[in-house]
């Protein structure tokens, strides 16, 4: 059966796939690919929605599916939980970046993004960007595409009006502000460690030497020690960070809790 025979013969499953992809690409490719067009979005979402949907006729939930207009509602809202898993996890390097160029004091850095009205750190636009890359080096985009059409093998459509299955998407839901943070928290601890550092030993030598810095001096070592920390971990930003985010996506469309893996955390 082709992809319009099913579309023909399953409306409701149909739109259960349209509206889940179209709103999980809508809020997750904003952390993957940040400033995609409308454009872009709709026909990722098309596209995902047309490969998911032989695969959701087949592992659909409970019959009847019953009115079209609950379970449209229901997958819109499965979708935005899958679409704010990728996000979150992702904006987690955007959060570090903000608290390093807080503690370092770049306020210097801001610019003005005229797609987005606001201004934003730039810092914290750099530390997403060398994120993105290792998210994309992990293969994240893929487990991102693959987590979308594999998600209605996890959450069958129509499974999230019944509310028994959906209470994965709830345990998701709660649980994404706490890993973000911890995520964000353990990627910026070391540069803000060495930030915190210098300003003591800083501190410590004026009181010791008799010497007044020019104005702006000491702001402008402190930025050269945060950028110096995140150089020398670069590898943590574009790999490890990217590694931990796939697998934090993965467990996310499979509806599995989202923990952050033992041991050291990403920024160590």
Known sequence: MTVLETLLAEPVIAAGVVARTGVAVAVGLVGVFPGTTLRVRAAMAILLAGAALPLA??????????????????????GLGFGLAVAVVLAAASWAGGILGS??????????????????????TLCRWLAVGGFVAAGGHLAVVAGFIDGVRSLPIGAAVDGGPAAGIARLVTTLPGVGLA?????????????????????????????????????????????????????TWGGTFGIVARAQVERATALEPLTLPEGDPPGR
């Open 103 to 124: 503690v370092a004091g770049l306020s210097w850095a801001d610019d003005f993004d005229p797609a987005g009205d606001a201004q934003a750190a730039g810092m914290a």
């Open 183 to 235: 995520l964000a928290v353990s990627l910026a601890l070391p540069a803000v460690t060495a930030v915190l550092v210098f300003h003591v030993a800083a501190a410590v030598c004026l009181r010791t030497i008799r010497f007044v810095p020019g104005q702006g001096m000491l702001q402008t070592l402190a930025a050269l020690v945060l950028l110096g920390a995140v150089a020398v971990g670069a590898d």
């Open 57 to 78: 006729v087949v592992h659909c939930g409970p019959r009847p599916l019953g009115a079209w207009p609950l379970v449209v509602a229901g997958e819109a809202l499965v």
